[in-house]
């Protein structure tokens, strides 16, 4: 019998990054993400009333594995009522790096950027954000933020997730490189990693970014991996992050009542 099995909420309450997978406890909670998408309807009242207008930059949400653009339709939405440009990626279900895949995201990415004229920032749910931040990557002259949910960006594929298996399936692939997984230094745009502590599906210390002054880990208390792209906790902190200006970018500081349900501080990761 494995630890995770024997302590299912081994390592929620350390301030250390835990990489290991989750346990099969947290991984039959992840139903809870039906309550969380339910309960959007019902914070959306707060949510519009706390969450300012932007400027109207362009917004590129990508999904995660085994998703598709209908994931997202909420954010966007979401985004598109506090004045954003979206786009979903518009390549049908993420079945992982297939070939193409990541050439016709970066077209997308490209075409986006070119109709708008304005630098984009790019959203991305699970592996969706490790694509995100390697777009941040090769293009940091038209990325103007990253913003990651839940994505395993670092730690080791085969011990930390409860889907490395599956995406080995859906992919077609036995290995997990530099480019799919996102391991490396941060982008060097502004980049926010949004995290959950109960992830059922990638140990949640693998969503977790290096400190720096263009970093930010923002908590949110027991969400669940499949829930947290329209968990109303992570719509507000994204929408706070959006509505700065490009050039004045600063670390997550809810105000007000918001203060209660952030956590104050992050794990740090030093390595």
Not at 93 to 103: E, Q, T
Not at 217 to 238: K, Q, R
Request: proline content about 8%.
């Amino acid at each position: 019998m494995k630890l995770n099995d024997v302590l299912p909420f081994k390592g929620i309450f350390t301030n250390t990054p835990d990489e290991s997978r989750p346990s099969r406890l947290l991984l039959l909670l992840e139903g809870r993400a039906l309550w969380e998408l339910s309960a959007l309807p019902l914070a959306m009242p707060w949510l519009m009333s706390r969450v300012p207008r932007g400027d109207g930059h362009p917004v590129l949400v990508l999904p995660g594995l085994l998703a598709d653009d209908a994931t997202t339709i909420p954010l966007r939405r979401f985004l598109r009522s506090r004045g954003y440009e979206t786009s979903g990626w518009r390549q049908g279900r993420n079945l992982g790096p297939r070939r193409g895949v990541l050439s016709n995201l970066r077209q997308t990415f490209d075409d986006f950027h070119a109709r708008t004229g304005r630098k984009v920032s790019v959203i991305g749910w699970s592996l969706g954000g490790v694509y995100a931040r390697e777009l941040a990557r090769e293009s940091p002259d038209k990325v103007r933020q990253v913003i990651s949910l839940g994505s395993p960006l670092y730690g080791n594929p085969d011990t930390s997730s409860n889907a490395s298996g599956l995406y080995k399936f859906v992919s077609g692939r036995n290995d997990v490189d530099r480019g799919e997984r996102g391991d490396g230094p941060p982008p060097g745009v502004p980049m926010t990693a949004i995290f959950t502590r109960t992830d059922g599906i990638v140990g949640w210390g693998c969503s977790i970014e290096k400190k720096g002054p263009l970093t930010d880990n923002i908590e949110i208390v027991g969400a669940s991996h499949s829930g947290l792209g329209v968990h109303p906790l992570a719509l507000y902190a994204i929408g706070n992050r959006l509505a700065q200006t490009e050039d004045g970018w600063s670390h997550f500081k809810p105000t007000g009542i918001e203060r209660a349900l952030y956590p104050a501080g992050s794990p740090d990761r030093r390595d």
